[in-house]
């Protein structure tokens, strides 16, 4: 990732002392160096994500402890009142 902002970075500096382009080769080595540099950091931020939610269904599928509550029987008691 590093090299990745390094060259983006180079890139936007050439990009800026030619004047801000708007088409060309060095315009189009400016938005192609931006663009796969901004396209890994949203790849780092949802694997990070995907990591967290991952882990996180992990540990309650192997958690395990007293269920709180009888709702199951409430609902059945007062079905039977009425």
Not at 20 to 49: L, M, T, V
Request: proline share 2%.
């Amino acid at each position: 990732m590093d090299e990745l902002k390094q060259k983006s970075v180079a890139s936007c500096s050439i990009w800026i002392d030619m004047g801000r382009p708007r088409s060309g080769p060095i315009f189009d080595r400016y938005r192609k160096n931006k663009a796969a540099y901004r396209h890994e950091i949203c790849n780092k931020q949802r694997q990070e994500k995907e990591i967290y939610t991952n882990g996180l269904h992990e540990a309650l599928l192997l958690k395990q402890g007293k269920h709180s509550g009888n709702v199951g029987v409430v609902n059945l008691s007062l079905a039977a009142v009425r």
